[in-house]
């Protein structure tokens, strides 16, 4: 497959039709990528406000747009779209549509399909379709030695020092070092705290690996 080519196409990556390539009549009308990445609001212990903490994000959805024409040969625009089962079907060795790699001038988005929409916007007089419209929705797909390698991987067996500054708290620090505030009774019982409200400015806390 020459992926420097101006002509866009989808490769099969795995299953029955693995290394399958189809080529696409046009290039995309135009194409969307989405992506979003959700919060939580929770209220600390002992405190008036909120904290806002990251829950995680969704990879970027590739909503694609393309054109199929028949006009010029008179046939049923749906054979031409045709191929595109491949990719929409489930497939008899994977159970479910296979992963796909989406090529269009050197740009390579690899995704399963999850939805596929199409609109005959133009018929032959004996009520024939001869143009479609077809939009494709692709979730990205990885593979677990790609979602591996894309890891970082944190030191688990450091305890770290932290001191404590005017205008922070237990909580935060909680959230800062492990992502979630309620560890804050990790550091807590790591550091013979028993109030967590009654800190002083200026204390040296250790922050121990999590569990």
């Not at 596929?116 to 133009?122: C, G, M, P």
């Not at 013979?192 to 999590?210: C, V, Y």
């Amino acid at each position: 497959m020459n992926t420097k080519s101006n002509k866009a196409s989808v490769l099969i990556l795995e299953g029955t039709h693995k290394d399958k390539e189809i080529a696409l009549q046009f290039n995309p009308v135009d194409y969307a990528i989405n992506k979003s990445n959700n919060f939580e609001t929770k209220k600390l212990i002992g405190m008036q406000d909120f904290i806002t903490q990251f829950k995680g994000g969704e990879e970027k959805d590739l909503s694609l747009e393309l054109l199929f024409d028949s006009t010029d040969t008179g046939e049923d625009v749906r054979d031409l779209i045709k191929p595109l089962a491949m990719i929409t079907d489930i497939d008899p060795e994977l159970h479910a549509p296979p992963p796909c790699q989406f090529v269009w001038a050197g740009s390579i988005l690899k995704g399963v399909v999850t939805q596929l929409n199409k609109k005959f916007v133009f018929f032959y007089q004996n009520g024939i379709p001869a143009r479609v419209k077809v939009t494709l929705t692709l979730k990205p797909y990885k593979t677990l030695k790609e979602i591996e390698a894309q890891t970082i991987k944190h030191s688990s067996d450091l305890t770290k020092k932290r001191v404590l500054k005017e205008g922070d708290d237990i909580w935060l620090m909680s959230y800062r070092e492990y992502g979630n505030a309620s560890y804050w009774r990790l550091i807590a019982k790591h550091n013979n705290i028993d109030n967590p409200l009654n800190i002083e400015n200026g204390k040296q806390l250790f922050l121990p690996p999590k569990e």
